[in-house]
């Protein structure tokens, strides 16, 4: 398994869909991952480019991630980096489709940082009629909100 953890900022409004066939819900969102590093010729920290990385989170897990993160919010997401590449076919003549290489984190865990925030957690009630279920089916019916 590839996992990893990454630290940054939610930087895009967090979209949820639902799956046709199935109904499970799906959460894209991208962080933002800002860092700087110290340079001694200069003998101060200097910045370094943005780097954005896509999330995706499935199920109740993802409900529970669109109910609670805003944009703007400091993140710890832990996950598996999977390929999300495709081919982009052409409609030119004597032109060759173009393959599109891109990554995504599928996240295994989502987690509000402390660091430069409060948060409120609230358990998520689950349905006991369904045992095994992993998507659940009975929410809070308040998510957790930021403080501050």
Known sequence: MNEHTFHGTVGREIRINHSQR??????????????????????????????????????????????????????????????????????????????????????RDVAVSLRFQKAQVEKVQRSREQPGDQQGNGRATTAPQPLG
């Open 22 to 107: 199935s109904g499970v819900a799906v959460v894209n969102f991208s962080i933002a991952i800002n860092s700087r590093r110290f340079d001694k010729s200069k003998g101060h920290y200097v910045e370094r480019p943005t780097v954005w990385k896509d999330v995706v989170v499935f199920g109740q897990f993802a409900e529970n991630v669109y109910d609670t993160l805003t944009t703007g919010m400091h993140v710890t997401i832990t996950g598996e980096e999977v390929d999300d590449s495709y081919t982009k076919e052409l409609d030119e003549p004597g032109r060759d489709d173009v393959v599109i290489r891109r990554t995504k984190i599928e996240a």
